[in-house]
């Protein structure tokens, strides 16, 4: 679950059966994201919106998307499909 605590972005395990302890800070662009993944975007509605929003170009985009996404898979924090 996605918290602003004190000027700071959270994410917050809500279950037991979370894969990760503790919080996770994120910085504005990691929110962005975030709040596009609870709104269900794949990857690549990501990257478009990722350039949209902060005007970068794709290749720019793409890449930051790619690790955001592996940071969060590393954690165990995206759902499979």
């Not at 959270?10 to 979370?18: D, M």
């Not at 609870?38 to 890449?63: M, N, R, T």
């Amino acid at each position: 679950m996605l918290r602003d605590v004190a000027g700071f972005s959270l994410v917050v395990p809500i279950n037991a059966e979370a894969s990760f302890q503790g919080m996770m800070r994120l910085n504005g662009t990691g929110k962005f994201l975030w709040q596009q993944l609870e709104k269900e975007a794949d990857e690549v509605a990501l990257v478009s919106a990722l350039c949209e929003s902060y005007d970068i170009d794709e290749a720019a985009a793409k890449e930051d998307v790619a690790a955001f996404l592996l940071r969060l898979d590393s954690l165990g924090v995206l759902e499979k499909q």
